[in-house]
């Protein structure tokens, strides 16, 4: 395996953690402050990240729909969503009389940590992310299923029917759909032979899963999109939050900043989720080479392995944008038979099929 | 104190309170919640003692799967705005003693026991090690147990499925 000099943030992240080193001498007080160090540049990151999938998200729909977007406040309407937040911190943060206070205040809380704590295994760039555990693949989805929990609290908290109708929607969904997602993910835990991420990303060192392992991936591949796309509750799988019917679902009764936590954690999933499809399918941080282009791949190398992963990220993020405006939203008994008759059989022969394929060492 | 006792203290507190929480509250839907947090609490313990493949079924099985079962279950059968309804006091003070008593004689065993260090060398905890013990055929292997449990499984799923399955009307 030859792994291509690139340039990477690590470097970066060794320069502050020698410099660190050289001012705090006990070892606690290092460890404590890097972690406070790197949990708030996290949260600020994910924040801009926030502000920017929000804008993207209201460019693409324009797009998508041959209107303008928000075109007014600042340059190109990049303000708007600055706006937006003010507006939302200035908010009253209602809580409704006949509530269960505790626990509706608690809700957004849990939903927002879940999806903060998965993005710990993710790799950004070479050999540069938070928590290289050895479950990495288990551990994103054993943490993303406690995001349910949070919104059944928050539909059932809120003591209205039209949140606990959305809550039971949306929570049937997300367990269903876990399962494929699951299945898919496992496809390539088959073929890399390692749960952890950083191993996955090496692993493709010589070429993309999506390349290296011929059709039952690509399926692997559409199924993770499709049932992830259904298990963060993005149109055409937002049921669970259908406007029309339902008022809004098991976020009705929220406002203010605790409504805001609700969407940042929208956000940080699908970010989370094309972050783990781009990782898994597409190789993570790894460039794009070519079998026998010596000089192409070696000007591929030059482009720093953050902007390959980000540049993957998006494009994933793009496509599940693309899909909110192209399909109508499913019923929810066609919601479920999608997943239990079609993307489920589906994905369980796939597995099998990829077993078969792991252990011929059919792949490249 | 060090950082690790202080980790280890902060979890346990969290665990056994939320599970105190739990019995006590007088909302079933709290009751469930809190057991969601003491269970977290355990699967944080198993963090802290670095078996993450163990933390990580924890979550998966437990937290995932039979918490998110009994919220719906909550949500399908009982009413879950009210406030239940007080236990009656023998009630209350015979399921307080069993639950002290099950306590003292875990204590006492633990106290009891002495615990004699393995002879073997120890196996680390990755989840290739535990895939290999669990389906191996060999002495110490749980290749038995592991198929008789997936066949339990594979019962009860075809009994859910006999008394889900709709009869088609006759004709």
New interface residues.
């Given amino acids: 395996m030859n792994i291509p000099l690139l340039y990477s943030l690590s470097g970066l992240a060794r320069t502050i953690h020698i410099w660190l080193a050289g001012l705090i001498s006990n070892e606690m007080l290092l460890l404590t402050t890097e972690m406070v160090i790197m949990g708030i540049s996290l949260i600020a990151f994910l924040v801009l990240l926030c502000f920017f999938l929000g804008y993207m998200e209201r460019r693409v729909a324009a797009f998508m729909e041959i209107r303008l977007g928000p075109n007014r406040v600042g340059p190109k309407g990049t303000l708007q969503i600055v706006a937006d937040t003010v507006k939302l911190l200035l908010k009253e943060g209602l809580t409704p009389d006949l509530s269960d206070k505790f626990l509706f205040n608690l809700a957004p809380l849990i939903v927002v940590i879940t999806s903060m704590l998965v993005i710990a295994p993710i790799a950004f760039a070479k050999d540069f992310q938070l928590w290289d555990i050895n479950i990495g693949v288990l551990y994103v989805s054993s943490v993303s299923s406690i995001a349910v929990i949070g919104i059944l609290m928050a539909g059932w908290a809120s003591n209205n029917k039209y949140s606990l109708l959305g809550a039971m929607r949306s929570g049937a969904q997300i367990v269903s759909y876990e399962l494929s997602v699951g299945l898919s993910l496992i496809s390539i835990v088959i073929l890399s032979g390692s749960l952890s991420l950083s191993d996955i990303v090496y692993s493709q060192s010589n070429g993309w899963w999506i390349f290296k392992g011929h059709i039952p991936i690509i399926i692997s591949f559409v199924i993770f999109v499709v049932a992830s796309t259904a298990e963060i509750n993005r149109a055409p799988f937002d049921m669970a939050e259908a406007d029309q019917e339902l008022t809004g679902g098991f976020n009705t009764e929220y406002a203010g900043m605790k409504f805001a936590m609700f969407l940042l954690s929208e956000y940080i999933n699908l970010f989370v989720v094309s972050a783990i499809a781009a990782t898994i399918f597409l190789g993570g941080w790894m460039p794009f080479h070519i079998g026998g282009w010596e000089s192409f791949n070696h000007i591929m190398d030059y482009i720093p392995s953050f902007f390959w992963f980000m540049g993957k990220t998006f494009f994933i993020i793009f496509i599940i944008m693309w899909f909110r405006w192209t399909f109508p939203r499913l019923r929810v008994d066609q919601l479920l038979s999608l997943e239990w008759k079609y993307l489920l059989p589906i994905s369980m022969v796939n597995t099998i099929l990829i077993t078969v394929m792991a252990i011929m060492g059919w792949h490249f | 104190m060090?950082?690790s006792t202080i980790v280890f203290y902060i979890l346990a507190v969290g665990t056994i309170g939320s599970a105190l929480l739990a019995v006590t509250a007088n909302?079933i839907?709290?009751s469930a919640?809190y057991l969601?947090f003491s269970l977290?609490g355990i699967a944080g313990i198993y963090f802290y003692l670095n078996f993450?493949?163990i933390a990580?079924?924890q979550?998966?099985v437990y937290?995932?799967g039979i918490?998110?079962l009994i919220?719906?279950s909550i949500?399908l059968t009982h009413e879950?705005?009210k406030d239940m309804e007080k236990p009656n006091t023998m009630r209350v003070i015979f399921s307080a003693l069993s639950a002290l008593f099950a306590c003292l004689f875990t204590l006492f065993f633990i106290r009891e026991q002495t615990f004699i260090k393995t002879l073997n060398a120890s196996v680390e905890p990755?989840?290739k090690n535990i895939g290999r013990q669990m389906l191996s055929t060999t002495e110490h292997g749980f290749i038995l147990p592991f198929e008789v449990v997936s066949m339990l499984l594979l019962a009860a799923m075809i009994g859910c499925i006999v008394i889900a399955i709709k009869s088609r009307p006759a004709a």
């Fill in positions: 060090s950082a909302k839907f709290r919640v969601l977290i993450e493949f990580a079924v979550i998966v937290v995932g918490v998110v919220i719906f949500f879950s705005g990755t989840v």
